[in-house]
């Protein structure tokens, strides 16, 4: 039998070999000496609190007994959840997650933790702990999976969020899986969830499930919006206060989605409808500064997005009006769709817009250079994805200028950008027209490109397992 070392047997040593004794340690660590002698004597376990002032005053890394002392008092003891919530709390402040797990393991076979877990999962939420988080809120699900609870929904929604990140085929497996939950969650809760979901899958260019959404959104956002107005007892701040945005916002977005569904359609005239519709905000009844904001901003954007489909629709004669729209534009998260939308018109319709892209050319340097931070699920999904096809429209429109340095240049930019997102099409893409012009790519450029698509393979490989038949 395996005979597993104990913290109390490491710290006796530690006396002995620094020539200690009980009474010196206890007024050296701040730990009472009754404490000390109970913890050897008698196995009675120390706290938390007192376990990282004994560390400390050994002076040994913060959270070094912690997987000892998840042996000696956790596994080997029966679960106790007073020592094991603020067990939980330091490993997740010290990012130690495996120790979390092996705890959340241990205990979730006792499913009235469950509640206890799940509160503990939401304030690391809070504390921005995702990865802390997550664990607790896989094993919660897994506990009550079978359970029409808003709590499972609650955890499948914070997993969603959690996992959603660069790699798009495993942002739509996130996606695909969170969405029956969607229903179970509180119904001010939903609209949040939809708008992640929208935009998760506006990202993914999955533009019938996005037309699904959003028309859901909007329904389910005029709903309560109705009820806060016509029900005096519920006040608009017990609503507000969940949302991450004004409640009118769900209902404007969701038309701002159901244009884009149309402009990616190539249905311009139907674009066109929903975007006065979220141009005219007359029926807002709020006029807190918040709110003030928000209609501004739905306003500029229905000013860019006319500009937009007019120019997509072959209406060149608004190019100008939109390039000096972009230039008094404050250069914020926007800034790549409106450039990308130059150039989804430029090589549409074979336009020189070089004294444009020479007039920002610093701004998209920039863009290649740093690209943007990401918070919200918009910032996360959607410009991560623009960036990418920018990349790819400015190598298209350079090589078939015959300037072929600027071209390969955007084109290794596309290429990279659509691997970090896992984005096959695009990649696939950039690879043709890589193809297509390589006879005019210098040796350097193509030992580039071949090196980097070598690298995607044996990234590919050794991330699928695949087998190397090697004669």
Known sequence: MKHTPTISAEFEDYLKQNDMTLSQFAEYSGVHQRTLSNWISQHRPVSVQQLDRITAAMDLPEGYFYDLYIENYIIDLSPNFRRIEPLLYRCAELDKLDAIRRMVGHIMDNPLYASRLFDVAEALFEQGRHAAALPLYENVAEVEKYQHSERLATCQYRIFTIQVGDDQSRNLKAATLFEPFVERLDEIDQLDALKDLANVYRSLRLWDRLDVIARKMRDKAEIQYTLEHQQKKRKPA??????????????????????????????????????????????VKETDEDTLHWIKQFQDWALCNTYVNKLLFGDISVLSDYVEYIAVSKADKEMVTKLLNVMFAANRYQLNVNHVLKRFETLIDFFVKQGQSSSDMYTKQVIPEQFARLGYELA???????????????????????????????????????????????????????????????ENVEKNGTADHRS
Not at 431 to 448: D, I, N, S, W
Request: aromatic fraction near 22%; charge should be negative; hydrophobic fraction near 40%.
């Open 238 to 283: 017990e609503i507000e206060k969940r949302l991450s945005r004004p409640l009118f916002v769900y209902i404007t977005y969701s038309d701002l989605l159901c244009a884009s569904v149309y402009e990616a359609k190539g249905d311009y005239e139907q674009a066109l409808e929903y975007t006065y519709a979220y141009a005219n905000l007359d029926w």
């Open 396 to 458: 298209y429109y350079y090589l078939y200028q015959g300037k072929y340095n600027d071209g390969f240049k955007y084109l290794m930019y596309a290429m990279l950008r659509s691997h970090i997102i896992n984005n096959e099409t695009y990649f696939i893409n950039c690879m043709g027209l890589f193809l297509h012009f390589r006879e005019y790519a210098v040796p350097e450029t193509k030992a580039g490109f071949l090196n980097l698509i070598e690298k995607v393979w044996l």
